[in-house]
T-cell receptor, first 116, second 113 residues
Framework: DGGITQSPKYLFRKEGQNVTLSCEQN?????MYWYRQDPGQGLRLIYY???????QKGDIAEGYSVSREKKESFPLTVTSAQKNPTAFYLC???????????????FGDGTRLSIL | GDSVTQMEGPVTLSEEAFLTINCTYT??????LFWYVQYPGEGLQLLLK?????DKGSNKGFEATYRKETTSFHLEKGSVQVSDSAVYFC????????????FGSGTRLSIRP
């Protein structure tokens, strides 16, 4: 989706290093999400945010952290506590906040993270 | 809890064959339903959607009908092309958590020339 920018496209992490993946959107959507996708697998939810300054853990939050200081931005930090970070990371947005919505999610092009 | 189940892949077909990828859901209330497509190395793209019972979503020759009585949303295409080779995900809005969408595990489709 043109309205969601993930950067960088490829990222390499050294042992013991924290890295931050960027996700920026200009769709004016309230909700933002981070997913992890392993090769040949489906999506697993890491964190999501329904509104600025608030976020919730998803199914696999351990070893990750997020912030939501601006509506447009939802960066994901992969910490050194995440022992197996190699994966494809997808950011998504949705025109839904804390109320029920029938709107779909929109996805960025992803960041591929590898261990050096 | 809410869940989406779709047929396991990989599915391999010859060009111009008829495609069906099954999807069923378990959800409270009346979820909206979606099909997404993922090409290699890319994010997910919304393929089609349906927001109420008996709605038919359609796009690029793909169709899916929201069947409340069978809680299904099967994806169909009458004549597939090599360019349709991708991973397809079925998804439903979650009722218990307003912002979450529940995804199926994905079905890899390969089309032989």
């Amino acid at each position: 989706d043109g309205g969601i920018t993930q950067s960088p496209k490829y990222l390499f992490r050294k042992e013991g290093q924290n890295v931050t993946l960027s996700c920026e959107q200009n769709l004016n959507h309230d909700a933002m999400y981070w997913y992890r996708q392993d090769p040949g697998q489906g999506l697993r939810l890491i964190y999501y945010s329904q509104i600025v300054n608030d976020f919730q853990k998803g199914d696999i939050a351990e070893g990750y952290s997020v912030s939501r200081e601006k509506k447009e931005s939802f960066p994901l930090t992969v910490t050194s506590a995440q022992k197996n970070p190699t994966a494809f990371y997808l950011c998504a947005t949705r025109d839904a906040g804390q109320v029920y919505s029938n709107q779909p999610q929109h996805f960025g092009d992803g960041t591929r993270l590898s261990i050096l | 809890g809410d869940s989406v189940t779709q047929m396991e892949g990989p599915v391999t077909l010859s060009e111009e064959a008829f495609l069906t990828i099954n999807c069923t859901y378990t959800a409270t209330g009346y979820p909206s339903l979606f099909w997404y497509v993922q090409y290699p190395g890319e994010g997910l793209q919304l393929l089609l959607k349906a927001t109420k019972a008996d709605d038919k979503g359609s796009n690029k020759g793909f169709e899916a009908t929201y069947r409340k009585e069978t809680t299904s949303f099967h994806l169909e295409k009458g004549s597939v092309q090599v360019s349709d080779s991708a991973v397809y995900f079925c998804a439903a809005t979650g009722y218990s958590s307003a912002s979450k969408i529940i995804f199926g595990s994905g079905t890899r489709l390969s089309i032989r020339p």
